[in-house]
């Protein structure tokens, strides 16, 4: 009687030792779960666009070779008030955090081209760059909302963007998973491509 017992059990013991995972799968990737540790604190650019920081201009000096390096990017409409050299601190703070990975990153203030005076007052290490007043003003507000900072690869993809007030601690936490991930044999080659071009 206990053997006929087993013996038809066994199918459905089976069947449910492969069904139930797949199940359990497919719920977790229709109902778009993530674990924690997984998720973005930034807001992912779907798909991510390429915005040519090769094109930027140096506002007091010239701009450097920006192809290979990592950019943090806070877009600048006007002259730098408290709030805003505030931001560019906790950026810088940011940067520095990365210990190893430093100079792996460039810190840049962004302004439009229409203005001819430099809205951040130079400091050694943070950029000063201008670009085209429609790339400035699309980086600095997204869906109405103002933007403290966005991450642009080395390739000069925009990949991420943070809305105000800034969350430091979490651009950190994404900037050091994204320069996990990536290749630094890759950004030597892009750096190597952009110079010999």
């Not at 778009?32 to 140096?58: C, K």
């Not at 869906?143 to 943070?162: C, K, L, S, T």
């Not at 998973?177 to 952009?194: F, G, M, T, V």
Request: aromatic share 6%; proline share 7%.
């Amino acid at each position: 009687m206990i053997d006929r017992l087993k013996g038809r059990w066994q199918p459905f013991a089976l069947l449910a030792v492969f069904i139930l995972p797949t199940a359990a799968a497919m719920i977790m990737v229709f109902s778009d779960w993530r674990p924690e540790s997984f998720t973005n604190n930034g807001e992912l650019v779907q798909p991510a666009e390429q915005i040519n920081p090769g094109q930027w201009q140096g506002v007091v000096e010239a701009a450097p070779i920006l192809a290979g390096d990592w950019l943090i990017v806070t877009p600048q409409r006007e002259s730098c008030g408290e709030a805003c050299r505030e931001r560019v601190d906790r950026l810088n703070r940011v940067q520095i955090a990365l210990d190893r990975d430093i100079e792996r990153v460039r810190l840049v203030v962004l302004q439009p081209e229409s203005l001819e005076d430099p809205v951040f007052e130079p400091v050694p290490g943070i950029l000063n760059l201008s670009a085209a007043d429609a790339v400035v003003d699309r980086l600095a507000v997204h869906n109405g909302e103002p933007m403290a900072a966005h991450i642009v690869d080395y390739r000069g993809y925009h990949v991420m963007r943070y809305p105000r007030p800034l969350d430091a601690s979490g651009l950190l936490d994404d900037l050091e998973n994204l320069l996990s991930l990536a290749k630094e044999e890759a950004e030597r080659r892009a750096l190597e491509e952009a110079v010999n071009e």
